[in-house]
């Protein structure tokens, strides 16, 4: 029976997760597979992580990992591009084959660390990066491999989706339910990862590749996060009968032209997606042979994401000792990306803050039509104590440019009290 030898760096949730698995399930495991997994050695900074059944394994420097030649298969679960990527470059020139969940180090140096894969004859395997427990590499780099992919659309943060969440189950604002996230652990430590979307471009990114076969630079994916979105607006766009969701989304425009976003969107209650509650994640994809198909899953979390890399070490194991295994990724539909979103037309959810007195709607209305946006539906909300009334719209599909210009002549009405605030709506 052939033994698989793995080294782990990095011991955090998911590395823990990932020992604890091999710990009590190698049997199974091996039953299952027909292949034996043996957890060599462990590289952990932080001494102190690690539990006394695996000191042993325990190296002090991370090349006593990647350089050691009874190693067949380094997990890399530190996170982060520096050191990482030096580390995963050292583990494939050692003719390592490597597994990571590094969702931010794949959307920069994807390009880079496959190259240097495939130049040294070996594999890099990520399932972990997008959707954590959920099978969407495997199945967009295999079970749909027939399908030209339409679309994707993403739920791709979990705490985003957390936060929206109990926004809306507990009316409350924005700070308090990030400090409820916070208190749960959901927060990256940057927050900024999961509040201005960049977590979801990264995941989008990789996706992309995978969909249509090019990393798109990050700066190429037009990205707001969910900062902006106030309680009020998510209880007014479900009176609408509308959720409003931090959505991924890519959408081929054209043969050659790729829409690539990441923003809150306001998605129909009865869309799948708008189901999606707390910090689960799920993905929804168009495939021209398949049509529609979600997955939907925990994103994250120390077993749902060990799953992930418990499948990647098991493919990995197959192609351990053959002296020749291509990375099959790079296709290329030398797509090319719709760098601005000014161009593209959506259907607007927007709210204006005004002085409650005859001729407002009016004025408003006039410079809408100005900039040729329709309004399919208009309500103003009782004003109580404030000296201000919301004013909310549902508009037609209009041209993004026309509605940021139209926006910024309204916010200059001397009736207008504070900055409009306007979401898409996706369908
Ligand atoms: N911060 C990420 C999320 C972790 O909230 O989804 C999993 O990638």
Not at 253 to 274: C, F, G, N, Q, Y
């Amino acid at each position: 029976m052939k033994t698989v030898n793995i080294g782990l760096i990095g011991f955090g949730t998911i590395g823990s997760g990932v020992a604890e698995y091999l710990l009590k399930n190698a049997s199974e495991l091996r039953g299952k597979t027909g292949f034996n997994f043996k957890l060599l050695k462990i590289a952990e900074k932080d001494r102190k992580k690690i539990p006394a059944k695996y000191r042993n394994l325990l190296v002090s420097g991370v090349e006593k990992v990647t350089n050691d030649s009874d190693i067949d298969v380094v997990i890399e679960l530190i996170g982060g591009i520096n050191p990482a990527k030096s580390y995963i470059i050292s583990a494939l020139k050692n003719k390592k084959h490597v597994i990571t969940a590094n969702k931010a180090l794949l959307a920069e140096y994807g390009e880079l660390l496959f190259k240097i894969a495939k130049e040294e004859n070996v594999l890099l395997k990520f399932e972990a990066s997008v959707g954590g427990g959920i099978p969407i590499i495997s199945s967009l780099k295999n079970s749909l491999i027939a399908n030209k992919i339409e679309s994707i659309l993403g739920i791709v943060n979990g705490t985003s989706n957390y936060i929206l969440t109990i926004m809306e189950e507990e009316c409350i604002p924005m700070e308090r339910a990030l400090a409820i996230a916070r208190s749960k652990g959901y927060v990256e430590k940057n927050p900024r990862l999961d509040l201005e979307g960049i977590d979801s471009a990264h995941k989008l990114a990789i996706l992309i590749k995978l969909a249509y076969g090019f990393t798109p630079k990050l700066s190429r994916i037009y990205r707001e996060g969910i900062s902006y979105i106030s309680d009020l607006d998510i209880r007014y766009a479900l009176e609408s009968g509308y959720r409003i969701k931090l959505l991924a989304i890519a959408k081929k425009k054209s043969k050659d032209t790729i829409e690539m976003r990441v923003h809150p969107a306001l998605l129909p209650i009865t869309h799948m997606l708008s189901s999606v509650r707390g910090v689960f994640n799920a993905i929804y994809i168009k495939g021209n042979l398949v049509g529609e198909v979600v997955f939907y899953g925990q994103g994250a979390g120390k077993m749902p994401t060990t799953s992930a890399v418990i499948a990647d070490m098991v493919e990995l194991a197959q192609y351990v000792g053959n002296r020749s295994c291509i990375q099959r990724e790079s296709f290329s539909l030398k797509s090319q990306m719709l760098g601005n979103i000014k161009d593209l037309s959506f259907r607007y959810y927007v709210r204006f803050m005004a002085v409650d007195k005859p001729g407002v709607l009016a004025k408003i209305s006039g410079i809408l039509g100005a900039y040729d946006i329709g309004i399919a539906s208009v309500t103003q909300k009782e004003r109580g104590l404030a000296k201000s009334v919301p004013i909310v719209m549902m508009t037609h599909e209009a041209n993004e440019m026309s509605m940021k210009k139209a926006l910024e002549r309204i916010e200059r009405l001397k009736v207008i009290t504070d900055k409009p605030v306007y979401i898409r709506v996706e369908t």
